[in-house]
Each structure stands twice: as structure tokens, then as C-alpha cells.
């Protein structure tokens, strides 16, 4: 079992910048992918991005997020964060964090055996 807990979610205006940190506690011997989802109303939960824990950590980000978000690892902790930068309003959501041993698709929703409670972002017009 592994627990992953949010933080940093909040409300900003557009053009705005917050940072999500995801820490993870149990059995993470086994984790190899850590990533962030979102979810608005009515919506399908999407990967937004993903990094591989191990080694040089690939990452793999959504096309409308690539050059504005940054998905880092901190092994120490261990805690995986969202750097996120230029919000739009229509990323307004709540932000998952995830984890998995396996991922044939990293930003794919399925690939996920463990989910956290989510944080929300609130981007103002």
C-alpha cells in the first residue's frame, strides 16, 4: 500500500503561478512512476505530467502544459512536485496526485494503482 498526500492547491489569477508537492509513505520500494492528474467538473480526470522516479527521471508532460509546467522529484522525501506557471482559467480543477510500479503509457490514467485525495487549483479571469 502506498498513501500520497497533496498539498499547495489554492486560487490565482490567470497568468498566475502555484507549485503542488505530493508526498508518499508506505511500501515505495516498488514505485517507478509518479504523476499528476486533473479533473474539472464533468470532465475526465487527464494527465497533466509524469516522471520516472529512477535514475535520470523522464518525464512526459501534456501538450498543452509543455514549457509552462515542470514535474520534479525530491528522492529524499520522497516527494514529487508540480511547478506550474502561466495558469489559464480553464485549468481550473482538482489535481491528483498518482503512482505506479508499471506504466506503458505514463500519462495514462489507467496505468495508476494509487491515488491521493487531490488539491484544487482555482484560476481567475
Do not use: H
Amino acid at each position: 500500500q502506498v498513501q500520497l498526500v497533496e498539498s499547495g492547491g489554492g486560487s490565482v489569477q490567470a497568468g498566475g503561478s502555484l507549485r503542488l508537492s505530493c508526498t508518499a509513505s508506505g511500501y515505495t520500494a516498488s514505485t517507478n512512476y509518479m504523476a499528476w492528474f486533473r479533473q474539472a467538473p464533468g470532465k475526465e480526470r487527464d494527465g497533466v505530467a509524469a516522471i520516472y522516479t529512477r535514475s535520470r527521471g523522464s518525464t512526459w508532460y501534456a501538450g498543452s502544459v509543455k514549457g509552462r509546467f515542470t514535474i520534479s522529484q525530491d528522492n529524499a522525501k520522497p516527494t514529487v512536485s508540480l511547478q506550474m506557471n502561466s495558469l489559464e482559467p480553464e485549468e481550473t480543477a482538482m489535481y491528483y496526485c498518482a503512482e505506479t510500479s508499471t506504466a506503458t503509457f505514463p500519462l495514462g490514467r489507467g496505468n495508476y494503482d494509487y491515488w491521493g485525495q487531490g488539491t484544487q487549483v482555482t484560476v481567475s479571469s
